[in-house]
């Protein structure tokens, strides 16, 4: 058996991650450098370490689950959620919507949308669930501090309301913390969340291959309640939506049909 094969299968018992569901060439191109930086000899050298040494296994983890992120990323997809896709939601769902910010990473995305909510909703009334497979990208979310680059989109009025300068950092405001709920979710593997209105996945679709994209736009379909709402990255279109049971009703919103 290749070597790379058995280290998915090794690696898949250690973390429940599967990393055939991944585009193999970037996936071993990250494992290699991973492995060349930490100067093992190979895969196996590399695993055994992996077992015994929770901050290289850490290390492998955050490397694996590529955590770029930024607040409003892509703005004029936000300002579509904004102005069209959250007052139609609202004025259906009433204020309770529930909301899940799939592979969240550190925190930006989720942050954004309650930043959005808070022109509809009082903040006592928005609920998000933010997920992510990586616990150091949680971590780093629920603490909530940002470096100036990842703030450039955010509108100087949210800016100057919900961030605090912390010498070259900035701190997102508890306000706005406390309306999220982060957990570890692991997206090819774990049973998701249900009767959901609305759907953020951006950004991860393009690292899986099409049979896993396949199996995870079911599970985001089934996941949604009637009419929800399914919101892709800007380079994820769906081809053939109605496959899953969507239809797309803006560039990169799709809604749920039966």
Sequence with gaps: MDKYEVFKKQIYKLTNIDLGSYKEKQMKRRINSLIKRNNFRNYDNYFKA?????????????YLTINVSEFFRNPEQWKVLEDYILPKLIKSKGKNIKVWSSACSTGEEPYTLVMILSKYLNLQDVKVLATDIDNNAINNAKVGVYDEKSLKNVPSNFKSKYFTKLGRKFKIDNSIKQCVKFKKHNLLEDDYPTNLDLIICRNVMIY?????KNKLYKKFN?????????????????????????????????KKVK
């Design 208 to 212: 899986f291959t099409e049979e896993a």
């Design 50 to 62: 992996l077992k015994n040494d929770n901050n290289l296994l850490d290390e492998f983890l955050n």
């Design 222 to 254: 089934k996941s949604l309640a009637d009419d929800g709402i399914f919101f892709v990255g800007s380079t994820e279109q769906i081809i053939l939506p109605e496959r899953y049971n969507f239809r797309p009703i803006k560039t990169f919103f799709y």
